[in-house]
Each structure stands twice: as structure tokens, then as C-alpha cells.
């Protein structure tokens, strides 16, 4: 075990915990020398290997596409335990050889009862989509090729991992690590000895379909936006920002997985309700997005009105500015700084959030370092070197961080309130009528 892959693993709980809101794993192994290959989908970028690793305890290497082992990032992706893969589309030629000599040394990861993580898609979406990619074949090869390698004497496992996000671009997002069954590679040995392709082909069908049962998958992408705006309305979906807080996130994920699941089986594009309620979904959020609105601003006025939401929302936002500003004076240089080179540096979106959470750790570490020296300077305490040193270390692990955390969320909730306090009451009835009419449709449709 690499020492930055042993100290990502010993650090990434921490870091997880102010990063994502809620998270919960499911199905997850528990041993060290699994010998497996996860196979996982991948709707978000450097974040997705992070969440998995963390979800289970096995030693894990990472199969990633090779345009990021850039030159300085190479000490770094090696210490990681990261393993490029080569594609002809993005590489060019050559990328058989070399992937190759990648999967010679994959083998020898796994003959050593290491685990691997593959992402089954291959590649991410620049734009977060609840679906599923075709599968590639990568883990089927590298599957077989070792068992075949060792006369299939190991007992090399394949479990799909789904990684669901409430928002993965988001800071404070949810997620939700499902993984399925464990498929033993032993299973298909004698399929392998009379056909290797059929064997490959059957085992990489076998992974597709299983992956779907641990994700929320839509067969149709272009309904993304229907069952986001159904989860909406609900309030009971992964949706990041219009959610039920009683609700725990794997009924959020149960909930969302079984909408698209029904949105899957049934002809939604000829039931003449189906089609009755997505154009009336869409016109409404549409005309939310017009008027600079959410759906959370017309939810609190049917809740409660708009004078009385606002007096409640203005009266919390006012009690905790002292911590509000906390953060900001805790955070603000380093917050600057990462969210400045990220978004300079990665082109692509789907990098940022990742990127910004290690990166912000780094930094946050490298500015706040000083403190364990300087502290007993700079405040007077009765208490000896070694309290000085536990009063500072709780004072970065719990007052930095979580300030910053609350600074984040109150800047979020005084947005929301401030387009509440914007609309106008009469938008507001009207918006909350054809909120109720699309509520009431969907109810008779058992959509609840």
C-alpha cells in the first residue's frame, strides 16, 4: 500500500463527511485482499474513484483514462494507486500496446489478491445525466485473461458498484454507493474454454444488467429532465436542492430509482396522461426559470405564505451571521485560491468538484500548518504544549472547516430567501395553483 493511497484512505472519511451532506453504502465488502474487480458507472469524474474506495475496505488500483496522468500529476496518480488506460479514440495509435503492457501489470495486481476498480462506461458525461453508457469490455478481459493466466485456480470475483449523486458538481451533495452481488469468474470458465468471446461478450451483459439495478437508470436520456422535475415536485427524490429532510438518502434513492423504473416499462410516450403531465411539468418549470424562481420559493409560500417564510428565514439568518462570518474570515483566501486555479486549470466541469475537495484539503492543511507552532503565541492559555497541541488540532479539524461548511449553506439559504422575497405574492398564488393541479395529477397517476 502506497503512502499518499494510505493516507487518502485514513483522511477520505473525514474529508467526505464535509463534502457530501449524506451518504450511505450498500452491500459494500468487508475484507482487504477481496480479489475483485468493481466495476463501476461513472457520472462524475476524479470524484467517483474517491467515493467508491471509500465505501469499501478492500486495497483497491484505479483503471483511469490516460489524458490524466499528466507530467506533474504522475508522482501523484502513482502514489494513488491509479492505472491509465489507453484508448484509441482520445490516444491514437498504438494504445493496444500499451494497454497491454497495462493489463500485464493489472494481472499481477489481482494474482496478489489486490482488488481493481474499472468504470464499466469507459468515459463521463460533460453534463450529469441518471443513466448507464454501454458497457466496455475492459473488466470481462482482464477478468478472464488472468484466470486463464493462473489455470483458473484463483477466485477472482466482479461486483458492480453504482455511485448515485444527488448533484456530484455540487458541494453538500448526497450520495449513494450501491453495490450488487458478487459474480464469480469460476462460473463462466467452462463457457471460456469453448468460446472466449462468447464468454466476454456474455459477461459484460451480465455486468450491464446488474449495474442498473444499482443506479437509478433512465433506457431514455432525453426523460432526465421529466423525472427531474417529478422528484422535484415530490420532494422525496435525489434531487440536490428540493428534498424532504426526514427522509433518509437511500429512501431518496429507492424512490428516485423506482420513478425511472416506472418511467421505463411504461409507454410513456403514448398514454395520453404520461404525456398530459410532462408537458404540463415542463411549462411549469419553465416558467419558474422565467421568473428567476425554484420550485422550493413556491413550496415555502404553500407551506406557510410569503410574509411569514420570510420573517422565519430572515430571523435564522440573522441569528447565525457570527458564524457566517466565521467562515468567511477562516476561509475565504484558500476558497478563493482553489476555486480560482480549478476552474482555470480543468477545462471540463466534471473535474471541478474533486479537484477542489483534495486540492482544498491541501491547501486548507498548508495555511492552517502554522498554527500548531504559533498558537501559544498568539493566545495565552493556561495550559501546557501538549493541551496547546490538542486545543489547535480540534480547532482545525472542527472550527475551520464546518465554519466554512455553514458559511456555504448560509450564503445558499439567503439566495433562496432573497428570491422569495423578490417574487411577487400574486406570481407566487398563481405558481402554487398549478403546483397543486400537477401534485394532484400525479397523485392520481400513484405518483406520491
Given at each position: 500500500m502506497r503512502p499518499v493511497y494510505l493516507f487518502l484512505r485514513i483522511t477520505l472519511p473525514y474529508a467526505f463527511s464535509i463534502f457530501f451532506r449524506r451518504r450511505n453504502i450498500i452491500n459494500s465488502q468487508r475484507k482487504l485482499y477481496a480479489q475483485t474487480i468493481f466495476v463501476?458507472?461513472?457520472?462524475?469524474?476524479?470524484?467517483?474513484?474517491?467515493?467508491?474506495?471509500?465505501?469499501?475496505?478492500?486495497?483497491?488500483?484505479?483503471?483511469?483514462?490516460?489524458?490524466?496522468?499528466?507530467v506533474w500529476l504522475k508522482p501523484i496518480t502513482w502514489a494513488c494507486h491509479m492505472v491509465p488506460i489507453y484508448r484509441a479514440e482520445q490516444d491514437g495509435a498504438g494504445t493496444y500496446e500499451k494497454n497491454k503492457k497495462v493489463f500485464s501489470g493489472v494481472k499481477r495486481v489481482l494474482a496478489k489478491k489486490r482488488s481493481l476498480i474499472v468504470f464499466g462506461e469507459g468515459y463521463t458525461d460533460d453534463v450529469f445525466i441518471r443513466s448507464l453508457k454501454p458497457m466496455k469490455k475492459g473488466a470481462a478481459r482482464i477478468g478472464f485473461g488472468t484466470m486463464d493466466a493462473s489455470d483458473w485456480k484463483l477466485d477472482i470475483k466482479i461486483q458492480v458498484c453504482g455511485?448515485?449523486?444527488?448533484?456530484?458538481?455540487?458541494?453538500?451533495?448526497?450520495?449513494?454507493?450501491?453495490?450488487?452481488?458478487?459474480?464469480?469468474?469460476?462460473?463462466?470458465?467452462?463457457?471460456?474454454?469453448?468460446?472466449?468471446?462468447?464468454?466476454?461478450?456474455?459477461?459484460?451483459?451480465?455486468?450491464?444488467?446488474?449495474?442498473?439495478?444499482?443506479?437509478?437508470?433512465?433506457?431514455?436520456?432525453?426523460k432526465s429532465a421529466f423525472l427531474e422535475n417529478l422528484i422535484t415536485l415530490?420532494?422525496?427524490?435525489?434531487?440536490?436542492?428540493h428534498y424532504e429532510r426526514s427522509l433518509s438518502v437511500e429512501q431518496r434513492y429507492r424512490y428516485t430509482q423506482a420513478l425511472a423504473n416506472r418511467i421505463n416499462e411504461e409507454q410513456v410516450d403514448e398514454d395520453e396522461k404520461w404525456l398530459a403531465l410532462q408537458e404540463k411539468t415542463d411549462e411549469y418549470f419553465k416558467k419558474l426559470k422565467r421568473k428567476n424562481l425554484q420550485d422550493n420559493q413556491v413550496n415555502d409560500y404553500v407551506k406557510a405564505g410569503k410574509t411569514k417564510s420570510l420573517f422565519m428565514k430572515f430571523l435564522g439568518l440573522f441569528v447565525t451571521l457570527p458564524v457566517f462570518i466565521a467562515g468567511v474570515i477562516h476561509n475565504i483566501i484558500p476558497y478563493i485560491l482553489v476555486k480560482t486555479f480549478v476552474e482555470k486549470i480543468f477545462k471540463r466541469r466534471v473535474f471541478w468538484s474533486g479537484v477542489k475537495m483534495v486540492l482544498g484539503g491541501l491547501v486548507w492543511l498548508l495555511m492552517y500548518l502554522p498554527l500548531f507552532w504559533y498558537m501559544p503565541d498568539l493566545i495565552k492559555l493556561n495550559i501546557s504544549e501538549t493541551g496547546y497541541f490538542y486545543?489547535?488540532?480540534?480547532?482545525?479539524?472542527?472550527?475551520?472547516?464546518?465554519?466554512?461548511?455553514?458559511?456555504?449553506?448560509?450564503?445558499?439559504?439567503?439566495?433562496?430567501t432573497m428570491k422569495l422575497y423578490r417574487a411577487k405574492s400574486p406570481e407566487l398564488a398563481e405558481l402554487s395553483v398549478e403546483r397543486k393541479a400537477l401534485i394532484d395529477q400525479m397523485n392520481k397517476m400513484g405518483i406520491q
Open positions: 463501476c458507472n461513472h457520472p462524475s469524474a476524479f470524484i467517483d474513484p474517491l467515493a467508491i474506495s471509500n465505501a469499501m475496505w478492500p486495497i483497491v488500483h484505479f483503471m483511469t483514462r490516460s489524458d490524466v496522468f499528466k455511485v448515485n449523486y444527488s448533484d456530484p458538481s455540487k458541494f453538500r451533495s448526497d450520495m449513494v454507493v450501491s453495490c450488487g452481488k458478487l459474480i464469480h469468474l469460476q462460473d463462466y470458465k467452462e463457457l471460456y474454454l469453448e468460446n472466449p468471446a462468447k464468454a466476454i461478450n456474455q459477461l459484460t451483459k451480465d455486468i450491464g444488467e446488474e449495474l442498473q439495478k444499482n443506479i437509478t437508470y433512465l433506457k431514455d436520456k432525453k415530490t420532494r422525496k427524490g435525489m434531487n440536490q436542492d486545543f489547535t488540532l480540534m480547532y482545525f479539524l472542527m472550527v475551520v472547516p464546518f465554519t466554512f461548511v455553514w458559511a456555504y449553506e448560509w450564503r445558499r439559504i439567503w439566495r433562496r
